[in-house]
């Protein structure tokens, strides 16, 4: 099974988000973590399950209506690229 490797960019995109949504609705990020996070760590039992992305060689992930889940899958490892809103302007 591959690994699962979090770039510094989506690290400081999850951080962000959750910091925002915590501010308004702590359970709601609490939960919102709890779903991003899941869904990374289950990324390679179906790696190519999910949409191929906009940028060539990523696929998306929506993990929640509001947030898109961007990797990329190599030989020996999912890269979690970014985490972004769905009304961002992406790539």
Do not use: C, K
Request: aromatic fraction near 8%; proline fraction near 7%; hydrophobic fraction near 40%.
């Amino acid at each position: 099974m591959q690994a699962v490797q979090w770039s510094d960019e989506a690290t400081t995109d999850l951080v962000e988000i959750i910091d925002y949504i915590e501010q308004r609705n702590a359970t709601a990020a609490h939960r919102l973590y709890a779903a991003i996070v899941q869904s990374a760590e289950n990324l390679p039992l179906m790696p190519y399950l999910f949409r191929p992305g906009r940028t060539p060689g990523t696929r998306e992930h929506v993990v929640h209506p509001n947030y898109i889940l961007v990797y990329q899958v190599g030989t020996e490892a999912i890269d979690i690229l970014r985490i972004l809103h769905s009304r961002q302007h992406y790539p």
